[in-house]
């Protein structure tokens, strides 16, 4: 299926330290999109990466891309208790559909 | 510049009835898009609405219909509340560039508690 799926599920790790959360999907895609939610509420774009880009930096955060392997990966870097969040991938194919996962909890200890 | 705008916030609804959702997009989008969350879960595609027609729909039943006016704001519509239909209800909207890539921008939901 399109849908993504990520791993880690939960992450909990020390304020400073650097989380990284991965994603597969199945099929091809356009482009693939990162989003967080915060308690329930509604989600925010992070960051997009289209198929032709392998790496994308936007502030603290970095994607890559892996068309062969059909993964993806998001590292947030000097983490803060802000970041304390659900995390989504959601890959986008031929119908621009953005298909996510369950998501990645991470929580950031001060 | 407001964002995306969705009432009610909250609601309870008893089993067999109907609710509405609305939803207002960000200034300068035309296209709607509505996601059923359900508590822990990813957030899941219903369907989507530009120029006032269903472009695309997930795996929902037909009791689940929508509708978009003219000024672009979108309204979900469920009939026959189940006890499963209780989740988040989330509308984003986007501009259709023709290109795909299709950033999302969400509202805060509507979190629907069936009884």
């Known amino acids: 299926s399109q849908q993504g799926e990520e791993d880690p599920q939960a992450l909990s790790i020390q304020e400073g330290e650097n989380a990284t959360m991965n994603c597969s999907y199945k099929?091809?895609?356009?482009?693939l999109q990162w989003y967080r939610q915060n308690s329930g509420r509604g989600l925010v774009h992070l960051i997009l990466?289209?198929?032709?880009?392998r790496e994308k930096h936007s502030g603290r955060l970095r994607v890559t891309l892996d068309t062969s392997k059909k993964s993806s990966s998001l590292l947030i870097t000097a983490s803060r208790a802000a970041d304390t969040a659900s995390y989504f991938c959601a890959p986008v194919g031929g119908n621009n559909r953005l298909a996510f996962g369950k998501g990645n909890q991470v929580v950031v200890i001060p | 510049d407001a964002g995306v705008t969705q009432s009610p916030t909250h609601l309870i609804k008893t089993r067999g009835q109907q609710v509405t959702l609305r939803c207002s997009p960000k200034?300068?989008?035309?296209?709607v898009s509505w996601y059923q969350q359900a508590l822990g879960q990813g957030p899941q595609f219903i369907f989507q609405?530009?120029?006032?027609?269903?472009?695309q729909r997930g795996n929902f039943p037909d009791r689940f219909s929508g509708h978009q006016f003219p000024n672009y704001s979108s309204e979900l519509n469920v009939n026959a509340l189940l006890l499963g239909d209780s989740a988040l209800y989330l509308c984003?909207?986007?501009?259709?560039?023709?290109?795909?890539?299709?950033?999302?921008?969400f509202g805060a939901g509507s979190r629907l508690t069936v009884l």
């Open positions: 099929t091809s895609i356009n482009n």
């Open positions: 984003a909207s986007s501009f259709n560039t023709g290109y795909g890539a299709n950033v999302l921008t």
């Open positions: 990466i289209r198929s032709n880009e």
């Open positions: 200034s300068g989008h035309d296209t």
């Open positions: 609405y530009y120029e006032e027609e269903e472009r």
